[in-house]
């Protein structure tokens, strides 16, 4: 059974950092491609950035662009996302996605349970 | 980048009816298309992927069709456990936007 745990979520100050975790399971971790996906309070869902299987390729939404840094441990089974200069509107749930496949055309298929980001002063 | 826009925002409809959502892209995503459905306080779950592929699991009353910029996710005889904000995304190419969400509730 696939499973996704987001950490790492919590109350932050404006132009503060945080690191978000994923660890995942039930399944062959370093053969997917993982993204995450964000949903701010009572809002629709913001795809946020991806990584590919090797850690080579990686694609942001242009609101976190230059601000956050999507990685990967394969050895850890473990997503990362590094966020830095947070912004109240980054306030949000952030989930982590498994990808079906690796590169282009691959939709996404699991969801973790999510972790809240909280940016206030 | 491509945009996505769904409509109707919001729909009320009855226990029985069909019901159909409409996504549409600004250029042309051949079928990269899927659809997810999110109940109240739950996670977001996979419907349908490749256009009108159904996710394992997802009941039958639930179809996908289209291709380039214009889709539909269709439920035939809406449930009340259907209850719940559905999104479209493409993933043809990143970025992986997302549709703003069609919100379904019971008459």
């Known amino acids: 059974e696939v499973q996704l745990l987001e950490s790492g979520g919590g109350v932050v100050q404006p132009g503060g950092s945080l690191r978000l975790s994923c660890a995942a399971s039930?399944?062959?971790?370093?053969?997917?491609?993982m993204n995450w996906v964000r949903q701010a309070p009572g809002k629709g869902l913001e795809w946020v950035s991806v990584?590919?299987?090797?850690?080579?390729?990686?694609y942001y939404a242009d609101s976190v662009k230059g601000r956050f840094t999507i990685s990967r441990d394969n050895s850890r089974n473990t997503l990362f996302l590094h966020m830095n200069s947070l912004r109240a509107e980054d306030t949000a749930i952030y989930y982590c996605?498994?990808?079906?496949?690796?590169?282009?055309?691959?939709?996404?298929?699991?969801w973790g349970q999510g972790t809240l980001v909280t940016v206030s002063s | 980048d491509i945009q996505m826009t769904q409509s109707p925002s919001s729909l009320s409809a009855s226990v029985g009816d069909r019901v159909t959502i409409t996504c549409r892209a600004s250029?042309?995503?051949?079928?990269?298309l899927a659809w997810y459905q999110q109940k109240p306080g739950k996670v977001p779950k996979l419907l349908i992927y490749a256009t009108s592929t159904l996710q394992s699991g997802v009941p039958s009353r639930f179809s996908g069709s289209g291709s380039g910029t214009d889709f539909t996710l269709s439920i035939n005889s809406l449930q009340p456990e259907d209850i719940a904000t559905y999104y479209c995304q493409k993933y043809d190419r990143a970025p992986l936007t997302f549709g703003p969400g069609t919100k379904v509730e019971i008459k």
């Open positions: 990584i590919s299987v090797t850690d080579d390729t990686t």
């Open positions: 039930g399944f062959t971790f370093s053969n997917y491609a």
């Open positions: 996605v498994k990808r079906s496949g690796d590169g282009r055309g691959y939709y996404l298929d699991y």
């Open positions: 250029q042309g995503i051949s079928n990269y």
